[in-house]
């Protein structure tokens, strides 16, 4: 069990992701609720990696602008 989103930081119900692709970069764009939300979803937009053993890690769920 290797999930790549998950509860963190304060968010939660993060999912339903999609991959931007810029600058060589991959980025991971989801939505997910904090405690200021509530309810409502919020969308994140995060750098995606995928190392050499091709595990994918995101930098995130993260709260600054």
């Known amino acids: 069990y290797n999930p790549i989103l998950q509860k ?4 939660t119900g993060t999912g339903h992701n999609s991959l931007l ?5 991959i ?4 939505h997910g609720r ?3 939300t509530g309810h409502k979803r919020m ?5 995606l990696e995928i190392l050499k ?3 994918l890690i995101i930098s995130g769920p993260t ?3």
């Open 21 to 25: 692709f810029d600058k060589g970069k």
């Open 34 to 36: 904090t405690a200021k």
């Open 53 to 55: 053993n091709g595990r």
């Open 43 to 47: 969308v994140f937009i995060d750098e």
């Open 27 to 30: 980025y991971a764009v989801y």
């Open 63 to 65: 709260l600054k602008q």
């Open 8 to 11: 963190e930081g304060g968010v």
